[in-house]
């Protein structure tokens, strides 16, 4: 007999902070990315050394990766992995109208001075959240988790 292909196998996310300044920072998006179903989190060209804060011991659960730089990073992204700048750029669509891939990393600028143009043109996808300044980085974060998550429950 023919099993039934199940699609929700397909779907993924990673979530990460290019240049993170705070290890606040990483440790509020590492929590919300267990929360909001993340599988994975990371940062590039930065250091984080834990936060004695995670009640929930998210290192535990989900795995954390360090990258060296933005070309490691890519040449790590799994197979058929759409990559997802979040930016506030002329190119971005909003995220009120963005289709989330089914496999993706998103890829997060520090707050005070965001990706840098290399980084932002080799990105597969770019979308931006209302405002005319940027948020918290973490607070960015978990809105474009909580956005993928309400948009998948819907299909």
């Known amino acids: 007999m023919k099993q039934k292909w199940n699609r929700t196998e397909e779907r993924f996310f990673g979530i990460g902070i290019y240049q993170p300044k705070t290890e606040h920072n ?89 990706m840098p143009s290399k980084v932002i043109s080799q990105c597969h996808h770019l979308v931006r959240l209302p405002g005319e300044t940027s948020l918290n980085v973490s607070v960015c974060g978990s809105i474009v988790m909580y956005d993928r998550l309400a948009k998948t429950e819907l299909k």
Do not use: C
């Open 26 to 114: 990483i440790g509020t998006l590492w929590r919300s990315a267990l929360i909001l179903g993340a599988k994975f989190i990371f940062i590039v060209d930065g250091k984080y050394n834990g936060q004695t804060s995670d009640t929930l011991k998210t290192w535990s659960k989900i795995p954390f990766y360090r990258y060296d730089d933005f070309e490691h990073l890519y040449k790590s992204l799994p197979y058929s992995t759409q990559l997802v700048g979040v930016e506030m750029n002329e190119n971005s669509t909003p995220i009120s109208t963005f289709v989330h891939p089914h496999r993706a990393v998103y890829l997060l600028g520090a707050e005070n001075n965001g």
